[in-house]
Structure formats: structure tokens, C-alpha cells
């Protein structure tokens, strides 16, 4: 994925005090939040899934599909793209992706609220996580949590 492409990339541009034009700076960036975007609705509903809920994975997994042909259209490839290269990105993008990403996330937008309450709203859902796990906070200060496991219950 992209993500580490860019990772990769920094430190060599560091190494060797390379400066990235800016517009592939903003194309860096694009794509990254491209990644996380369809790392993180993979992660949570294959969480869905291992619950009991395969709905939420099968629509999420259309969605990345769509993710993953940006991709495709900038690289030729869907996964090991190779486009964040050290000094900048291989090409510039192709005309009409910044439109058809932008559409993309318009619609992106509403299908995940219906994916959060397809999985939140479920009562299997909220059987198998609600009260699971919880720790006091002078708990998690003592064992040594961090990260997500500090920020509280949600209510």
C-alpha cells in the first residue's frame, strides 16, 4: 500500500536533503488517506464479521473496491502500486481522478453511516462487545495502556 511507499520515501528524501514539490506533496497525501481509509473500513468490518456480522464486511468490501481503482488508474496496479517514489510521485494523476474521487466520497460518506448502524445498531453486535473487555482508568494507568485504550467508554 501507498502508506509505506511514503514511508520508505521520507527517509531516503531525508537522507539525502530532497525537497518534494509541493503538488506531489498533496497527491502524497491524497493517496495516503486513500490507504487508510480502505485499511481501516477492512479492519473494522472483518471485526463486524468475526462477531457475526458478514453484511457490513461485503458492503465495506465494495466501497474499497472502488478505493482500489484509484489506485489502479494512477499506477496500473491495485495493491504494490510503486507511486510514492523518493523525490515525488511517478506520474501526475489522470484527468478526471480528483472529480471521480471526489463523487466517490460523496457517496462514500452516506455508506458508512449505514454501515455503523448496520454493525452498532446490531443486537448480536452489541451482545458480543457492549461491556466486554472494560477496564477502570486506574486500571489502564496500571497495566500501561495507551493509545485508543485510554481515551474512555463512549456514551
Known sequence: MMAQEHAH????ERLLNCE????????RV?????????????????????VGASTPFLWA???????LEF???????????????????AQDLPLGLCRDIDSSTQQFASRI????????GNRIWKQRLVDIGTVTAQQA???G?????LRGRAT
Open 9 to 12: 520515501s521520507s527517509a531516503v
Open 20 to 27: 518534494v514539490p509541493l503538488r506531489a506533496q498533496y497527491i
Open 30 to 50: 491524497l493517496f495516503r488517506e486513500i490507504t487508510r481509509i480502505s485499511n481501516h473500513s477492512l479492519a473494522l468490518t472483518t471485526h463486524a464479521m468475526d
Open 61 to 67: 468490501f465494495e466501497e474499497r473496491e472502488k478505493l
Open 71 to 89: 489506485y489502479e488508474r494512477v499506477s496500473g496496479a491495485r495493491m504494490h502500486a510503486s507511486f510514492i517514489r523518493p523525490g515525488g510521485v
Open 113 to 120: 453511516d449505514e454501515l455503523e448502524e448496520m454493525s452498532t
Open 141 to 143: 494507568k496500571d497495566w
Open 145 to 149: 495502556f495507551s493509545g485508543v485504550m
